[in-house]
């Protein structure tokens, strides 16, 4: 029996005008997300995500929430057309998304995590001077030893934030040092990708903004997850309001377990992986994971009637 998974992107896959076609397909969601949103972030994320510029997204504090909100739009959509999930995960910053999806946090008090928690991390780059890295090739290992050696010869701070594929894997830190190992990446012929992040994501250097951060958890109402969820944190399910917590107060120093993320979807019968919001991340990432799975990005409203059609015909 096919079995199908709902991913949320993180940070990266915003992008202008993207929720211009979504706007147009339902033009409710206007109000009752975006205009919602922008009462209580004070943020005009309707007009940026609409007709916004690439510029409007350079501040964490907006391109996550931006990302955030729209995920949950094109949710929306799937659910008013009687579609559900039967697991959930988020990468990321989707992990947000992934909670709401699954019954586990109440999509405002989401939303103010989710600005709380860009705010930090850009308040940590600033003062330590942070840069982020995608690394196409290396094994995950080599990449381990050039970040001690990295450490070793700057004094700075740098490590794997991030396994996102088979030999995509994700450097963060503090800007000398990751810098050097990309440079010592690329010698070996592998494919460097700067990632805007805003800050030192998935790193040690967040210590001290995750004690800050788990005192707004703490005061958040978390429920247990009524669709099953898998974390990226640790790369396994979800299965109590406490086990929530944890992960996302670990979120912020733990690396990305992606790959082991989509492997236990696939292990429990998921065969057909829809990326609900903006880009197409995740689907790339899901067909090295999974060279055979069926994957449905939503990004535009073609792709998201694509989807639509594709799972109608899946539940009948």
Same mark, same amino acid.
């Given at each position: 029996?096919? %079995?199908?998974?709902?991913?949320?992107?993180?940070?990266?896959?915003?992008?202008?005008?993207?929720?211009?076609?979504?706007?147009?397909?339902?033009?409710?969601?206007?109000?009752?997300?975006?205009?919602?949103?922008?009462?209580?972030?004070?943020?005009?994320? $309707? %007009?940026?995500?609409?007709?916004?510029?690439?510029?409007?997204?350079?501040?964490?504090?907006?391109?996550?929430?931006?990302?955030?909100?729209?995920?949950?739009?094109?949710?929306?959509?799937?659910?008013?057309?009687?579609?559900?999930?039967?697991?959930?995960?988020?990468?990321?910053?989707?992990?947000?998304?992934? *909670? =709401?999806?699954?019954?586990?946090?109440?999509?405002?008090?989401?939303?103010?995590?989710?600005?709380?928690?860009?705010?930090?991390?850009?308040?940590?780059?600033?003062?330590?001077?942070?840069?982020?890295?995608?690394?196409?090739?290396?094994?995950?290992?080599? *990449?381990? %030893?050039?970040?001690?050696?990295?450490?070793?010869?700057?004094?700075?701070?740098?490590?794997?934030?991030?396994?996102?594929?088979?030999?995509?894997?994700?450097?963060?830190? /503090?800007?000398?040092?990751?810098?050097?190992?990309?440079?010592?990446?690329?010698?070996?012929?592998?494919?460097?990708?700067?990632?805007?992040?805003?800050?030192?994501?998935?790193?040690?250097?967040?210590?001290?903004?995750?004690?800050?951060?788990?005192?707004?958890?703490?005061?958040?109402?978390?429920?247990?997850?009524?669709?099953? *969820?898998?974390?990226?944190?640790?790369?396994?399910? =979800?299965?109590?309001?406490?086990?929530?917590?944890? $992960?996302? %107060?670990? /979120?912020?120093?733990?690396?990305?377990?992606?790959? /082991?993320?989509?492997?236990? *979807?696939?292990?429990?019968?998921?065969?057909?992986?829809?990326?609900?919001?903006?880009?197409?991340?995740?689907?790339?990432?899901?067909?090295?994971?999974?060279?055979?799975?069926?994957?449905?990005?939503?990004?535009?409203?073609?792709?998201?009637?694509?989807?639509?059609?594709?799972?109608?015909?899946?539940?009948?």
């Amino acid at each position: 029996m096919s %079995r199908t998974a709902f991913l949320f992107p993180g940070q990266g896959s915003e992008c202008a005008g993207m929720a211009r076609e979504l706007l147009a397909l339902r033009p409710d969601l206007a109000d009752t997300h975006y205009r919602t949103a922008d009462d209580l972030l004070g943020i005009p994320l $309707a %007009r940026i995500c609409r007709d916004g510029s690439p510029r409007d997204f350079e501040d964490p504090a907006v391109a996550q929430p931006a990302v955030f909100l729209t995920s949950l739009a094109v949710l929306e959509v799937l659910r008013g057309e009687g579609l559900a999930p039967d697991a959930v995960a988020g990468h990321s910053l989707g992990e947000y998304a992934a *909670l =709401v999806a699954a019954g586990v946090l109440e999509w405002t008090e989401a939303l103010w995590l989710v600005r709380l928690r860009s705010e930090l991390v850009a308040t940590v780059g600033d003062r330590v001077g942070s840069a982020t890295v995608a690394v196409i090739g290396p094994r995950r290992t080599d *990449l381990m %030893r050039m970040c001690a050696e990295a450490r070793a010869a700057t004094g700075q701070v740098v490590e794997v934030a991030g396994d996102n594929g088979p030999r995509q894997t994700v450097v963060s830190g /503090q800007a000398e040092a990751v810098e050097r190992v990309a440079r010592e990446a690329a010698v070996t012929g592998a494919r460097i990708a700067w990632l805007r992040a805003g800050g030192p994501f998935h790193s040690s250097l967040l210590d001290e903004a995750e004690a800050e951060f788990t005192e707004t958890l703490m005061a958040t109402e978390f429920r247990d997850p009524a669709v099953p *969820l898998v974390s990226g944190v640790t790369g396994g399910w =979800v299965t109590t309001a406490a086990e929530a917590v944890v $992960a996302l %107060r670990g /979120q912020l120093t733990s690396p990305v377990r992606w790959t /082991q993320a989509v492997g236990a *979807l696939a292990t429990a019968g998921a065969d057909r992986f829809v990326e609900v919001g903006p880009g197409q991340v995740l689907s790339g990432l899901v067909r090295h994971i999974l060279p055979g799975a069926r994957v449905h990005p939503t990004h535009t409203a073609g792709r998201l009637a694509e989807a639509v059609g594709a799972l109608s015909t899946t539940a009948v």
